[in-house]
């Protein structure tokens, strides 16, 4: 059955948490919202009827203008490691949650990004600006298309009115959907404030609803950091697998649920750089690509220490240390897959090493290479995308010796490499090109781009532009923390 706004199934699972969560927070209204997209699919496996009759006041709920009869609006409060360095108490200053729905799927939660100023907002307006705001809404999708663990975008709102970054901007909404936007930082927030009863409750509240196999273990607080650790280990084997860098992997950017989760200054490979920066405003490059897999250590090292006093200190220490083995054994399934290879072996890994190397030296890139290399024993034009083109060729040999131990055929190989290697990925001068059409009110690209990364492993001859070499004028964009 399908439910047409605003006769929603509601529920209240973290409304019904103690208010010392969150603070009831009415959202800004936003003049003259108009939706910029809509994503019809995720409404449909929501439950949500797509009404037409319904949009206009559907489309004023999404830009904050109006709150559900049955549901409060609240900032959540949370606190958080940004580069390395405790920075107390910082919360949603620009979302609000504004509904919890019964799905088929079970409880969503919605929350409006760039709703307005929050008891949490310190120095910010409280919104977000279109360009941001497409970022986010594009790279959930992408993501969720690509299998790996993500926030959703449900919708994404604009309105004329001005907000100032580095210059002149407008503002956007995006709807997001997730079971759950619990961070590790609002763990951190409790445990800094002395406040461990909040902590046990909040454990409580995750395990009861997010982990629900931990109630059962001997010790559901340590089992509930094995699981921790062991989603972010297989988050982070996907995103090192499809070149993703998330750009702001602060304690408060990492969802408890191994979500990727604040899509801001992140970006994809194009060219392989294992030390490549996506976030200009990141000067050490401590979330660089190659970083990212001991940064989520390290912040796993921070949520683990918010439970201390429900699990003992060498609890903890071995819980983390299941961190680097569980990730290389996800990160060596999603390699198995890419290239196309039906077990990993030990020796596989020098085989991929010493690919990177080559890769690393000749920046090669990073999808056209996958999607290039199932057709390897076709494709001549494969060791042009190496500067050492006889290397190139030597590892080649070692690759076919290797594919030979499988006997599969080439066809049989095309396809199962093709269905993790993806032809599209959301390249920075793909959604720039969105962005500066939809700026000047044009979203005829954004949609078609949406498109495309919604079937990113299938082959389109209409999205063959979007699976190219990016241009010259790519390597100049910078993105930055500004949103
Ligand atoms: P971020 O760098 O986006 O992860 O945000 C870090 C913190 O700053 C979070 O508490 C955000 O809610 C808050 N924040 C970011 N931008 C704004 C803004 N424009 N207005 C209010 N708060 C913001
Ligand atoms: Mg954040």
């Given at each position: 059955m399908k439910h047409t706004f605003p006769a929603l199934p509601l529920a209240r699972r973290f409304a019904a948490l103690p208010p010392r969560y969150y603070t009831a927070t009415p959202s800004t209204p936003l003049p003259e919202p108009h939706l910029v997209a809509f994503n019809a699919a995720l409404a449909d496996t929501l439950g949500l009827a797509s009404d037409a009759a319904a949009q206009q006041a559907l489309t004023e709920f999404l830009a904050g203008n109006s709150a559900l009869s049955g549901y409060p609006q609240l900032a959540s409060v949370y606190s958080g490691h940004q580069f390395g360095v405790w920075a107390g108490q910082l919360g949603d200053g620009r979302a609000l949650l504004v509904a919890e729905i019964d799905t088929p799927t079970g409880i969503r939660e919605l929350q409006l990004k760039g709703a307005g100023r929050t008891p949490y907002s310190r120095m910010g307006d409280g919104r977000a600006v279109l360009r941001s705001s497409i970022r986010e809404y594009l790279a959930s999708e992408a993501m969720h298309a690509l299998g790996i663990p993500t926030t959703r975008a449900l919708a994404l709102v604009a309105s004329p009115q001005t907000v100032w970054r580095e210059t002149r901007e407008t503002a956007a909404v995006v709807t997001r959907v997730a079971p759950s936007f619990l961070r590790f930082g609002h763990f951190e927030h409790f445990y800094y404030r002395g406040e461990l009863d909040a902590v046990a409750e909040l454990a409580d509240f995750a395990i009861g609803h997010?982990?629900?196999?931990?109630?059962?273990?001997?010790?559901?607080?340590?089992?509930?950091?094995?699981?921790?650790?062991?989603?972010?280990?297989?988050?982070?084997?996907?995103?090192?697998?499809?070149?993703?860098?998330?750009?702001?992997?602060?304690?408060?950017?990492?969802?408890?649920?191994?979500?990727?989760?604040?899509?801001?200054?992140?970006?994809?490979?194009?060219?392989?750089?294992?030390?490549?920066?996506?976030?200009?405003?990141?000067?050490?490059g401590r979330y660089a690509y190659d970083q990212q897999p001991a940064i989520a250590l390290w912040n796993l090292h921070c949520f683990a220490q918010t439970l201390l006093k429900l699990i003992s200190k060498d609890e903890a220490l071995d819980a983390l240390r299941r961190f680097q083995p569980l990730f290389e054994d996800a990160f060596a399934e999603q390699l198995r897959g890419k290239l196309g290879l039906i077990a990993w072996q030990e020796d596989d890994w020098t085989l991929f090493t010493d690919l990177l190397e080559l890769m690393q030296a000749a920046?090669?890139?990073?999808?056209?290479?996958?999607?290039?290399?199932?057709?390897?024993?076709?494709?001549?034009?494969?060791?042009?995308?190496?500067?050492?083109?006889?290397?190139?060729?030597?590892?080649?040999?070692?690759?076919?010796?290797?594919?030979?131990?499988?006997?599969?055929?080439?066809?049989?190989?095309?396809?199962?490499?093709?269905?993790?290697?993806?032809?599209?990925?959301?390249?920075n001068h793909l959604a720039e090109t969105a962005i500066r059409a939809a700026e000047a009110g044009d979203y005829s690209e954004l949609h078609r781009l949406a498109a495309a990364l919604a079937c990113p492993f299938d082959d389109v001859a209409a999205y063959d532009d979007y699976a190219t070499l990016p241009p010259d004028w790519a390597s100049q964009l910078s993105v930055s923390c500004s949103s």
């Open positions: 997010f982990f629900p196999e931990c109630a059962d273990a001997a010790q559901p607080y340590l089992a509930l950091l094995d699981s921790v650790v062991a989603r972010t280990a297989e988050l982070i084997a996907h995103w090192q697998a499809v070149g993703f860098c998330h750009g702001v992997m602060n304690s408060d950017n990492m969802s408890l649920l191994g979500l990727t989760l604040d899509y801001g200054p992140y970006g994809f490979l194009d060219g392989f750089d294992a030390h490549h920066i996506c976030n200009h405003s990141d000067e050490s920046h090669t890139d990073w999808t056209i290479f996958w999607r290039r290399l199932a057709r390897q024993h076709k494709d001549a034009a494969l060791r042009d995308l190496f500067l050492d083109r006889h290397a190139f060729d030597g590892w080649l040999e070692r690759y076919r010796a290797r594919l030979a131990d499988d006997g599969r055929t080439h066809g049989e190989r095309i396809r199962a490499m093709d269905a993790v290697n993806p032809r599209i990925v959301l390249r």
